[in-house]
């Protein structure tokens, strides 16, 4: 009897374990922009919508905005990712990037969102990529990067934002 019940409880547990569709990891995420070509992302925006319930773990967010001032876009980046309830884990004004964690929500073990940007002299653009960790089962469409990116269009005079579709490694 306490051999079926182990072997029950390992069972469960290998499955928990090997359930995850994606695994969020601060390493996926770029600690500079190099390799990042942010006229690209603007130009690859994402036409189709997502289902209602998916196991979709990568997002994406592009911004454009008439501010050109570095230091209002890294307190308007940081803003944002804190009113969305990130934690900053790697911040660098010499590279243009900013990461943020959270942890367990309804709909994901752990999300990382990476925003990049690039300031030119006439406007900035921003690129925002956020990963998920979620298990086999999916859950609901919840483009998280969106939802970062419209809070930091209230704070940033924006031109344009939509979603892309570029997964940078």
Known sequence: MKTKKSFLLLFISTILIQSCVSVAKLS???????????????????????????????????????????????????????????AIKNYNANFSVVIGERGLRANEWKSIAGIYYQINNEMSQIYIKCKITQDFTGGWSENRAEKIGKILCKKLNCMESYPVNYIAK
């Open 28 to 86: 996926d995420f770029p600690r500079t922009t190099d390799g990042l070509d942010f006229d690209k992302i603007s130009t690859l925006k994402k036409l189709e919508s997502d289902k209602s319930w998916n196991v979709k773990t990568g997002y994406e967010y592009y911004i454009n905005s008439v501010v050109t001032n570095d230091s209002l876009i890294i307190n308007a980046i940081r803003e944002s990712l804190y009113e969305s309830g990130y």
